[in-house]
């Protein structure tokens, strides 16, 4: 994202076009997932991260020496089917490979580890793409995929290969399950260029929900199905993945928020705000590290509730501390969201995925990080509504502190209180859904009597 306005200066093109390098990744990462979910329980967790390993690396130099823009859209959108691969793969080896009361440590260090990535990721881009060029920050994927072929897959155990597992290609399968997403995060990612009355906006809504029923129709008569529709069936699954999305909604607009916030309200630098913003990665990487240690002493009914008041405190403070001038509401904004968000994470990632058969997990996990994705993708486009809602065009107020008159800071802050009030009703709604599913589905941390069943 850094890099963005150098791209755009290299090509000589309009900032809008340039956001498809981004755009495009994130729309086959998403849209594949399921697909390598699949085939990571086939062909087994590490010939998956090696393929993916591999097409990540390829499609780096590519995207390194493109010349065009259009090349370098068509190799982000290859790179990304490799991190869907690498992704879904990991994600399934946590609760595949670790005893069951490990895995809550395990997404816990994957929570961190992305912590630690968005925290560093900025401003190391920031200064290869200022003293090298962006093209270096592709060189650098492929020596970290040289580095994880040197470590990381060494200590990788070797594949089981389910015995029951097939490979025959459930082309429909495949392709409705892939056009589904697809569609989805596409309706999501122009919704703001073409505005919510435009009909071929809403026709991609409408390919997308198509695209799902005749999936759930086709996987329903298929022989060899991509995903198992029986798992939709386990109890209180449904009821367990709704206090889950909600939240990460709110995640997502808070990750739109909080740098307009610095920009319009604060009149803050990019380095200044980028600086405090890693306040909130800071402290959800500590409490993330604590979370495994909750895990085994609370239930997630008494975790999530927790989370959840930090979080509904964090946007009642910005809602009624926002016209101070002071930093400390935003700073402690950024700690309550950062404690809460890092204490829930793992541990309800955790309790979903001791609900899914040890056999089935990798096509799960692709399932999974398709629904997080989507969510955060939702949140942003959705806050965004309530942000440009009460301020019109909002790159209109993106302008110096010295220019926005008294009418325009007041409509910034009922945008603001508008966005943080909404934020705190969805958590709420999250909170008494957490007590809802608990109720019907009784979730205890996990044990190792659940990794016997693998």
Not at 330 to 358: E, H, K, W
């Amino acid at each position: 994202m850094i890099s963005l306005p150098v791209m755009a200066e290299y090509f000589a093109v309009g900032t809008g076009i340039t956001t498809w390098v981004v755009v495009s990744y994130l729309l086959a990462a998403t849209s594949s997932m399921l697909l390598f979910g699949r085939l990571s329980d086939v062909l087994g967790i590490q010939a998956t991260i090696k393929a993916g390993l591999l097409i990540f690396a390829i499609f780096s130099f590519l995207c390194a020496i493109a010349d065009q823009l259009l090349w370098l859209i068509i190799f982000r959108f290859i790179q990304g089917l490799g991190g869907a691969m690498i992704v879904v793969a990991a994600f399934s080896a946590i609760s595949r490979y670790l005893p069951a009361n490990q895995t809550t440590n395990g997404y816990a260090v994957m929570n961190m580890t992305s912590a630690v990535s968005l925290t560093l990721g900025a401003p190391i881009g920031g200064l290869i793409t200022q003293y090298l060029g962006w093209h270096w920050n592709f060189y650098l994927n492929i020596l970290l995929v040289g580095i994880i072929f040197a470590t990381t897959l060494r200590k990788f155990p070797e594949d089981e290969r389910q015995p029951n597992a097939k490979l025959e290609i459930d082309w429909g399968g495949v392709i409705s399950g892939f056009l589904s997403p697809f569609f989805f995060m596409l309706f999501l990612s122009i919704s703001k260029e073409l505005g919510f009355q435009s009909i071929l906006l809403w026709s991609l809504l409408v390919l997308s929900i198509c695209s799902a029923i005749f999936f759930i129709w086709w996987e329903h008569r298929c022989a060899y199905p991509l995903f198992d529709i029986r798992l939709l069936r386990i109890d209180g699954l449904g009821l367990i993945l709704i206090p889950i999305i909600i939240p990460i909604i709110l995640q997502g607009g808070h990750t739109f928020l909080m740098p307009f916030y610095f920009d319009d309200i604060k009149a803050m630098s990019i380095f200044e705000y980028s600086l405090l913003l890693m306040v909130y990665s800071l402290i959800f990487m500590l409490a993330g590290f604590a979370s495994p240690r909750l895990m085994e002493r609370y239930p997630i009914k008494t975790i999530g509730t927790v989370a959840f008041t930090f979080m509904m405190a964090a946007c009642a403070l910005m809602y009624l501390g926002l016209h101070t001038d002071r930093l400390i509401i935003p700073m402690a904004y950024l700690v309550l969201m950062g404690l809460g968000f890092g204490i829930y994470n793992a541990p309800s990632t955790s309790s979903v995925m001791t609900l899914i058969p040890y056999e089935h997990k990798g096509v799960f996990s692709g399932i999974y990080q398709i629904i997080i994705r989507s969510s955060l993708a939702m949140g942003i486009v959705f806050f965004e509504t309530i942000y440009s809602a009460g301020t019109g065009d909002f790159s209109e107020t993106l302008l110096d502190e010295s220019t926005v008159g008294a009418a325009q800071m007041q409509a910034l802050h009922a945008a603001y209180r508008s966005a943080f009030a909404t934020g705190f009703i969805l958590i709420a709604a999250a909170l008494i859904f957490l007590h809802g599913a608990v109720r019907h589905v009784p979730i205890k941390p996990p044990n190792r009597v659940d990794q016997d069943q693998g």
